[in-house]
């Protein structure tokens, strides 16, 4: 396995669309090794998520993991998970444009390719995940809450976004200011649980 060099914010590799992967390219012992090497640069660097742009590959595979993560304290643990080809569609009752509190999900992002910078963003609290796994079998999993957010952010990646664009601008802040000024308790807020409680 080797460390890859991980894209950052101005390379045009993450303003890019990402191709799919054939079966056959996604079985490749290429494809297999770049797997390898996303999950050893992910966990080195601390990453919940990390997508195949992000270390100079357009083609359309994430990989996510948290296992107490120093960046991502108190949220629930996500198994390590590589999709190929994902498609994920919200599936909250309200309009995406008008979601709802109890629909939505929102956390201060960061992103290994834009380091330093957090922001929050609101994004639908489920989602339906359709991929394929590293064997080429096909996923159709429901996922909510931390999860959601998380491959919802991978995959726009593979749509040359980042969170940056979704980002609510005035709740940029740099690292330190961040630790400073925005309290535990509103780092992370899942709209269900608020309407509950
Ligand atoms: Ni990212």
Redesign the pocket.
């Known amino acids: 396995m080797t460390l890859r060099r991980i894209a950052q914010l101005g390379e045009p590799v993450l303003r890019q669309r990402a191709r799919e992967l054939t079966l056959e390219e996604l079985r490749s012992e290429r494809t297999q090794r770049l797997i390898e090497d996303m999950i050893e640069t992910m966990r080195d660097a601390d ?1 919940a ?3 195949a742009p ?1 270390v100079y590959e357009s083609v359309q595979l994430v990989v996510l993991e948290v296992r107490d993560n120093p960046r991502y304290p108190g949220v629930a643990p996500i198994p390590l998970t590589v999709l190929a080809n994902p498609v994920v569609t919200p599936d909250v009752a309200s309009p995406l444009d008008a979601l709802a509190e109890a629909d939505s999900f929102s956390v201060y ?6 380091p330093g910078i957090r922001g929050r963003v609101r994004r639908p609290r489920r989602v339906r995940v359709t991929a394929l796994d590293p064997t080429g079998a096909t996923i159709a999993e429901l996922w909510e809450g931390f999860r959601a957010a998380v491959i919802q ?2 995959t ?2 593979l749509l040359g976004m ?2 940056v664009d979704r980002a609510d601008p005035r709740s940029l802040t740099f690292l330190r200011e961040y630790e400073r000024h925005v309290p535990p308790e509103s780092r992370v807020r899942d709209g269900a649980a608020s309407t509950r409680s």
């Open positions: 990453g998520g990390l997508a992000q992002e960061g992103c290994l390719s834009v952010h991978e726009d990646h980042l969170f």
